[in-house]
């Protein structure tokens, strides 16, 4: 038997289904608040409500992807999408990459099937050092938060606590080399207590029409 809903319940529900149908994902809830003209609160409230409920899933602490699904608790329906929306972090901060909504720059949908990890963040590229990679200048680097690296991957780390770089890890001797992708640019020589891992890049995401 299908839940019952309250009025405010029924509208959010088919907005998110009407966005969901149109535009091929659910919106964020910054975007649902905006568009229904009620406070972010307000959505999240209702959205665990119908959570609760058993008539959508939210997947992922920080991602916010939200699953629709049909009349019976835990069954999908063909509403059920695969996008999920992941936080363009401005800023890099010493430690793990901060994911209060308020911190956001943005945000960027990505194939929550290609992304599966349940913390992902994205970084915008600057510069064409990992060109040859197929990173380019303005890309979005999807990475999954990582203290540690192995040789060969690719990954976001802060150098000095102030700079942040995606670059190709090695560990040589006592030292740690950031390489780049582009014969123009030259490897990355530091000590050990001069660069944090952040992240590995599992992905690029190119937002714009090359």
Not at 3 to 25: F, S, V
Not at 117 to 129: E, I, M, N, Q, T
Not at 164 to 175: E, P
């Amino acid at each position: 038997m299908p839940p019952e809903l309250t009025a405010k319940q029924q509208r959010l529900l088919g907005y998110l289904e009407r966005e969901n149908h149109r535009r091929g994902r659910t919106p964020s809830l910054r975007q649902a608040a905006a568009d229904l003209g009620i406070s972010h609160a307000a959505v999240a409230q209702t959205l665990k409500a119908l959570e609760t409920k058993g008539v959508v899933r939210r997947e992922g602490r920080y991602s916010r992807t939200v699953q629709l699904l049909g009349p019976g608790r835990g069954r999908t329906t063909p509403a059920a999408h695969r996008s999920r929306e992941v936080p363009v972090i401005g800023r890099i901060r010493a430690g793990l990459p901060m994911y209060a909504q308020q911190e956001w720059d943005e945000s960027v949908v990505v194939d929550a099937g290609r992304f599966p990890g349940a913390s992902l963040f994205a970084l915008r590229v600057k510069g064409d050092s990992m060109q040859d990679a197929g990173i380019l200048d303005g890309d979005l680097a999807i990475c999954e938060p990582r203290q540690y690296a192995r040789n060969g991957e690719i990954v976001v780390a802060l150098i000095d606590q102030e700079e942040a770089t995606v670059k190709r890890f090695y560990h040589s001797g006592d030292q740690i080399e950031l390489h780049p992708a582009n014969r123009a640019y030259t490897v990355m020589r530091y000590a050990f207590e001069q660069i944090l891992i952040q992240g590995k890049v599992v992905g690029i995401q190119r937002d714009r029409i090359a």
